[in-house]
């Protein structure tokens, strides 16, 4: 009786001639709604636990990734020299735009500890400290170490 309904239901998609109706009837299919399924493991048993399989899946990542070794490859040249960027407007107006244009209000904290509700409510009051932050380090040519780093943190 379910295999009837189940059939009735595929032909109705089908019939109904509408491709995004059938993708999603397809993803609905496909998908996993418990999360990551079980793994199997080297031994050839089953992890299901989740913090099993979260520790499993990590020492996976980190086999197969290498270990930055500080050393940066080598990038050619794509403009000639005569090519430079002449200014950058920091207006506090474009710094305005672009903290207005922040989307998502949450509470959760960026690597600095702030979280984007804290920014778009502070928004005018940071303006200025922003200005002077963005021309000082534009105007110096190098971008602070610290801004190239991130904070990689499993989530189990």
Same mark, same amino acid.
């Given at each position: ?12 998609? =089908?019939?109904? %001639?509408? &491709? ?5 009837? &397809? %993803? %609905? ?11 199997? =493991?080297?031994?050839? #048993? ?12 990590? +020492? !996976? @990542?980190?086999? *197969?990734?290498?270990? +930055?070794?500080? $050393? ?9 020299? +005569? *090519? #430079?960027?002449?200014? =950058? ?5 474009? $710094?305005?735009? /672009? ?10 904290? +960026?690597?600095?500890? !702030?979280?984007? %509700? ?5 928004? !005018?009051? &940071?303006?200025?400290?922003?200005? $002077?932050?963005?021309? @000082?380090?534009?105007? !110096?040519?190098?971008?602070? /170490? ?5 904070? $990689? =943190?499993?989530?189990?």
């Amino acid at each position: 009786m379910l295999f009837d309904y189940e059939k009735q239901k595929e032909f109705e998609v =089908i019939n109904r %001639n509408n &491709l995004g109706g059938f993708y999603r009837f &397809l %993803n %609905n299919k496909l998908s996993c709604k418990s999360g990551v399924g079980p793994l199997r =493991i080297h031994s050839g #048993s089953l992890v299901t636990e989740d913090i099993t399989k979260a520790e499993v899946l990590n +020492d !996976y @990542f980190c086999s *197969v990734f290498t270990k +930055d070794d500080g $050393v940066l490859p080598i990038f050619p040249k794509r403009v000639t020299n +005569d *090519v #430079s960027i002449g200014t =950058i407007d920091f207006s506090p107006q474009a $710094v305005l735009k /672009a903290l207005k244009s922040i989307k998502r209000v949450s509470n959760a904290c +960026d690597p600095d500890g !702030y979280t984007t %509700n804290a920014v778009k409510k502070l928004m !005018y009051s &940071l303006v200025s400290p922003l200005c $002077v932050l963005f021309k @000082f380090v534009f105007s !110096y040519g190098k971008i602070p /170490a610290a801004w190239k780093t991130a904070n $990689v =943190i499993p989530i189990f």
